[in-house]
């Protein structure tokens, strides 16, 4: 890149000079950006690279499953994640007694004050868990949310994305209150949780 001198008061501006700018502009300009992504908006440019997922600084997501093989099956743990911003109480426990005689579910089950979760456990389940059933006016007071499983291969994965869980309970159905007098609620409400 050629070397821009201030221009002089009264010094006229060659076309050289102006040349010579523009060849500068050109060579700060970025055309592409391997991995990642332009976004261009009235405030500027956004250059976006998302994490390598290979070599040696490869990201470990929140909650992504580690199985070690022992005498008696696999031990697994978990990279370190929360469940809006809470620590499962066993984060740093290893889950023993996995095998491959079925597949294995991992959750997390997380408990709620009817607003906001209050602790998280991780466990090991050989079946799926069914969702909680809505109940009128209450809302739901636990959630188990599958982060990874097992194959009978051996083969774990997650379930999840790589984000820390924000989970949050929210109306999801309302009805007639049948029983309605006047001056209350008309509606009956029943809530579900979402993350």
Not at 4 to 19: E, F, M, P, T
Not at 44 to 61: E, F, L, N, R, W
């Amino acid at each position: 890149m050629a070397i821009l001198n201030k221009v002089q008061r009264g010094q006229s501006i060659s076309a050289d000079l102006i040349n010579n700018i523009i060849d500068s502009v050109r060579e700060c300009q970025l055309q592409s950006v391997v991995g990642g992504f332009f976004r261009r908006g009235p405030g500027g440019t956004t250059i976006t690279v998302p994490p390598s997922k290979g070599g040696g600084s490869a990201q470990i997501c929140p909650f992504t499953a580690i199985a070690t093989a022992v005498t008696t099956g696999f031990e697994v743990s978990f990279s370190i994640g929360t469940v809006n911003g809470i620590l499962p109480s066993n984060m740093f426990t290893k889950i023993t007694g996995v095998t491959t005689a079925a597949r294995t579910y991992f959750y997390i089950k997380a408990t709620s004050d009817g607003k906001a979760v209050t602790s998280a456990l991780i466990e090991k389940d050989t079946t799926i868990r069914t969702p909680p059933i809505p109940l009128k006016d209450v809302a739901p007071a636990e959630v188990n949310i599958l982060i990874a499983t097992m194959a009978t291969s051996g083969l774990i994965e997650s379930t999840i994305s790589c984000d820390n869980l924000n989970a949050r309970i929210v109306p999801s159905i309302q009805e007639d209150n049948a029983s309605y007098v006047t001056g209350e609620r008309n509606l009956s409400q029943y809530y579900n949780w979402i993350f």
